[in-house]
């Protein structure tokens, strides 16, 4: 089940994304002080849970363990930006990636949305074979990611009609 992101998520939600972040970044940036000593699974999980908005627009697939989560940001009316998907390394490959997707791309389409994007490191070759295969294509824009000579590019999907 999808599912908005509650604060007792929070625990769950930084041991996802500091170990997924961990397994796809450390071998491309291979900054092992920022992947072991700046990522800290306490100090996510504490923000979660004391920030009144951290979790907003973060839904996870729960099927009695969350598996996985996403953010979007939906601020803009017709284009909306994935900020996050991350699958915990335990469960890749069962499709929750794949649902969690078909709930934003789902809700997007019943908002009128008319375009969906994301940015991606170059290097994260696994990520843009998961975009791809979601509709989603290169839209020919590339940035430098935070001074570190490493690049993002960014992915659209343009939802058809039928999808809206």
Known sequence: MIRAATKNDASRLAEIQIFSKRKAYRPIFQNDKVSFNEMQV??????????????NDIYVFDDGIVKGMMKWNCENAERWEIKELYIDPFFRGE??????????????????????????????????????????????????????????????????????
């Open 42 to 55: 306490l100090d996510l999980a504490l923000f979660y849970r004391d920030s009144n908005d951290a979790l």
């Open 95 to 164: 499709g929750i990636g794949t649902a969690l997707m078909k709930n934003f791309l789902v809700t997007a389409g019943l908002q009128n949305v008319r375009e969906v994007f994301l940015w991606v490191l170059e290097e994260n070759t696994s990520a843009i074979r998961f975009y791809e295969s979601q509709g989603y294509v290169n839209a020919g824009e590339r940035k430098e990611f935070s001074d570190t000579g490493k690049y993002e590019l960014k992915y659209r999907n343009v939802l058809k009609r039928g999808d809206r």
